[in-house]
T-cell receptor, first 112, second 117 residues
Framework: GENVEQHPSTLSVQEGDSAVIKCTYS??????FPWYKQELGKRPQLIID?????GEKKDQRIAVTLNKTAKHFSLHITETQPEDSAVYFC???????????FGAGTILRVKS | GAVVSQHPSRVICKSGTSVKIECRSL??????MFWYRQFPKKSLMLMAT?????????EQGVEKDKFLINHASLTLSTLTVTSAHPEDSSFYIC?????????????FGAGTRLSVL
């Protein structure tokens, strides 16, 4: 089955700096890669996703890149703000009808 | 985005009792719902996949007789923790996905914190 590894487990950055979180997956059949943000005690919220027919996707300060050959994808947050502090989860799935396998999560702390 | 409602948000029960958690999609039809368990500072561990009108598919190691899942309609799935014990204490969270291929995004409920005394 699919296995998703996520690094780093904890990331501290200064406000305004960039943050990068990386994930690798094992199943070459996976074709859908979402990123979720979870604040303490709250539900995971989808912040961006990418499908395997695209190499990069950007939404304002957030971008995701995908390297299918190497089976890894990354989340990039630019100009970080204190409200970006949360736990971020990557996930990989086989598309419609298939389940998502989540990474272990990254605690992002943005220091002001 | 789509709205998924989960109730109750918190429940405390005595050991040996059963607890039912509801997951509702409020503004879309959810042909598939997923139930996860999340330990403190840990990731989301999939327990089972629930398709409307059919039996749930459980992940390896999850006891289907202990965690009963029902998905009787396109907007409601329930998880019943039967004969709960302290080790069942955890954060349970559901997600729902629509029927169209463009709807394979999972939308999460707010979660239920279960404490078994």
């Amino acid at each position: 089955g699919e296995n998703v590894e996520q690094h780093p487990s904890t990331l501290s950055v200064q406000e305004g700096d960039s943050a990068v979180i990386k994930c690798t997956y094992s199943d070459s059949a996976s074709n859908y890669f979402p990123w979720y943000k979870q604040e303490l005690g709250k539900r995971p919220q989808l912040i961006i996703d990418i499908r395997s027919n695209v190499g990069e996707k950007k939404d304002q300060r957030i971008a995701v890149t995908l390297n299918k050959t190497a089976k890894h994808f990354s989340l990039h947050i630019t100009e970080t703000q204190p409200e970006d502090s949360a736990v971020y989860f990557c996930a990989a799935g086989g598309g419609y009808g298939n389940k998502l396998v989540f990474g272990a999560g990254t605690i992002l702390r943005v220091k002001s | 985005g789509a709205v998924v409602s989960q109730h109750p948000s918190r429940v405390i029960c005595k050991s040996g009792t059963s607890v039912k958690i509801e997951c509702r999609s409020l503004d879309f039809q959810a042909t598939t719902m997923f139930w996860y368990r999340q330990f403190p500072k840990k990731s989301l561990m999939l327990m089972a996949t629930s398709n409307e009108g059919s039996k749930a598919t459980y992940e390896q190691g999850v006891e289907k007789d202990k965690f009963l899942i029902n998905h009787a309609s396109l907007t409601l799935s329930t998880l019943t923790v039967t004969s709960a014990h302290p080790e069942d204490s955890s954060f349970y969270i559901c997600s729902a996905r629509g029927s169209r291929p463009s709807q394979n995004i999972q939308y999460f409920g707010a979660g239920t914190r279960l404490s078994v005394l």
